[in-house]
């Protein structure tokens, strides 16, 4: 539903998608495919961005699908480097409101 009726933009390690169906608290759907890596490296940057989406839950405004999609250079990048895109991405989207 994201994919058909949403918008996504997508950056060197992640493609982010977002769709506003309705009321309610901010939902996110995380996809690292097997080009991503073994289970283990899959599992590593679920788990970056599960963290990375809950602290900025208190700023997504209510009713976002949010959908996180890893790309295989997501294996490689640190922590920092997956947040920093994820900010760009989702201010883009307008997912996180701008910067001051």
Excluded: H, Y
Excluded at 11 to 26: C, N, T, W
Excluded at 40 to 51: A, M, S, Y
Excluded at 53 to 60: D, K, N, S, T, V
């Amino acid at each position: 539903m994201v994919r058909e009726r949403g918008r996504s933009v997508q950056g060197k390690f992640l493609r982010v998608g977002v769709l506003i169906p309705a009321e309610g608290q901010a939902r996110v759907g995380l996809i690292t495919s097997k080009r991503v890596g073994g289970a283990v490296i899959r599992n590593r940057v679920r788990r970056r961005l599960r963290e990375i989406f809950r602290a900025c839950l208190p700023e997504i405004a209510d009713g976002r699908w949010v959908v996180i999609v890893a790309k295989p250079p997501a294996a490689e990048a640190s922590f920092e480097e997956l947040r920093g895109e994820w900010l760009l991405l989702a201010r883009r989207l307008s997912i996180l409101p701008p910067l001051p």
